[in-house]
């Protein structure tokens, strides 16, 4: 696969995930939709760190630095 194909894959699949986990959030709280929200933020994050094992720019320079109060929003505007 190309690795514009998988960039471009891997993003679709993180919107897609943030869409099925607002649609669990929305609904009644139980136990086993917790471990459901959780298991889906696990995803679209493994997803993410697929993106830096591409090289995907890194969308956060300046989240390392400890200087730095500032807590951007995602990247590509999921909601988590």
Do not use: H
């Not at 993180?14 to 607002?22: G, S, V």
């Not at 959030?25 to 997803?47: F, G, V, Y």
């Not at 390392?64 to 505007?77: L, Q």
């Amino acid at each position: 696969m190309e690795f514009e194909t998988e960039v471009k894959a891997n993003k679709k699949l993180r919107r897609d995930l943030d869409q099925r986990l607002q649609e669990v959030k929305d609904l009644p709280p139980s136990r086993e939709r917790a471990i459901t929200i959780t298991k889906l933020q696990e995803a679209i994050m493994w997803l993410g760190m697929d993106l830096k094992r591409l090289n995907e720019a890194d969308p956060y320079p300046e989240s390392k630095n400890p200087e730095n109060s500032i807590i951007e929003p995602t990247a590509d505007n999921l909601n988590l």
